[in-house]
């Protein structure tokens, strides 16, 4: 029982390290496509569409990283109160 338990928590810790990974990944891969993009189609970045366009993105990243915290800490509330209900 114990050894099915300790299975269950080793994939959890795995999932959750591949989703923050991918999470932190994200908006690099986001950020690179984008300038890419940008090149690709013929214009030239100067300082100006740099500087807007990684300040959106960086507001954007803030964003998505508050959502995830968010959901952490209300899955860990969750976790500390499972017979609470909503009623």
């Keep these: 029982m114990r050894d099915g338990e300790l299975g269950l928590l080793k994939k959890k810790?795995?999932?959750?390290s591949i989703i923050f990974?991918?999470?932190?990944?994200?908006?690099?891969?986001?950020t690179i496509a984008i300038f890419g993009t940008y090149i690709y189609?013929?214009?030239n970045i100067d300082a100006k569409a740099a500087f807007?366009?990684?300040s959106t993105l960086m507001v954007l990243q803030?964003?998505?990283k508050s959502?995830?915290?968010f959901n952490n800490l209300?899955?860990?509330r969750l976790e500390?109160?499972?017979?609470?209900?909503?009623q």
């Excluded at 990974?21 to 986001?30: A, S, V, Y």
């Design 13 to 16: 810790a795995i999932i959750e």
């Design 80 to 86: 500390h109160f499972p017979t609470l209900s909503l």
């Design 21 to 30: 990974f991918l999470m932190e990944l994200t908006p690099n891969l986001i």
């Design 52 to 54: 807007t366009l990684v």
């Design 67 to 69: 959502l995830f915290l």
């Design 74 to 76: 209300f899955r860990i």
């Design 41 to 43: 189609t013929g214009h």
């Design 62 to 64: 803030v964003f998505q």
